[in-house]
């Protein structure tokens, strides 16, 4: 039988991995992770936060300028990171972007009461990213709302929204439960007690109101709310496996602040070495035909054992 969780025993998560992959991953230094790139999976250092934000606020307009009537196209962006967000509303007010027939899909929504919350809500995904970046945007330049995507509890909209145009990219962050978006990794229990699901049965999964693993509770509170966890909602939506699939390109940016030393490691490992595993949601992306791994190089940082 695989291992109990160390840290939430009626979950999965990554904890309940073998012993050597663990060790494996806590051993690479930032030069191995360049080396894990392979046809489909290309890893990217940035040394300074300027030009790391700025790569990925481009991936929007390189998107975005794809877009034509004929062939709507856009991006699914994350809420964490967020510095990118305003970069991106100066690219467009600089560029004159013309986003008429540009996208955007929210990837995440917190949910209180079986409802997702509301866009005045304080922790709200919708609420950061049209503060951040379509209120900035000059009113003649910005995509109509119907273009605007943010998931709900009633899901018709969204889920028929990606086949109406062309998700050129996938961004995201990496959570420090290895999930991008929220998917996190399940319970413990049902069919899923001793094993998680499979990568295929995971990858099936599309966007849904999940329950959040005990460690995303905690990484939110700590990153969105100064540790108040008992203000972060448990239960979300999130964008699915099913839609990530859908799009053409996952970009996964790690500036180091969202997860940790060892978990950025260890997700290269897995993708690098094709290791899926659903305890390691992010580790299924070893199945996806286009992936870039972007790392903030000072934020890689090290496994190695120091006292404080």
Known sequence: MRPIS???????????????????????????????SRPGFQVIFYDTLEDFYLAEALEYITAWRQATEEAPAGICGPIGPTEQLPLVARLVNALELDLRHAHFWGM???????????????????????ALCFDRMRPDLRMPEANLHFPKV??????????????????????????????????????????????AEYRELATRVVDLHPITLIQNARTSGGGVVQNVPSRALTVGPAETWKAEKVSIWHAGTH??????????????KQIPDSAVPMSLLADHPNVQF?????GIGTCEAEMH
């Open 108 to 130: 995440d929504e917190w949910v209180v009461d079986g409802k997702e919350v509301s866009a005045d809500h304080s922790l709200s995904f919708e609420r950061a990213d049209r």
């Open 6 to 36: 160390k840290i939430a025993p009626d979950w999965w998560d990554y904890t309940t991995l073998d012993r050597e992959i663990l060790d494996d991953a806590a051993r690479l230094v930032p030069d191995d992770l360049l080396a894990l």
């Open 294 to 298: 972007n790392f903030f190089r000072p």
């Open 259 to 272: 997860d940790n030393p060892f978990g950025m490691r260890l997700t290269t490992l897995m993708i690098g």
């Open 154 to 199: 009633d899901l018709t909209d969204f889920q028929a929204s990606w086949d109406r145009a062309r998700c050129v990219v996938m961004q995201g962050g990496q959570g420090e439960v290895k999930h991008w978006a929220f998917n996190d990794p399940v319970r413990r229990q049902g069919a899923y007690k001793d094993v998680p699901p499979t990568p």
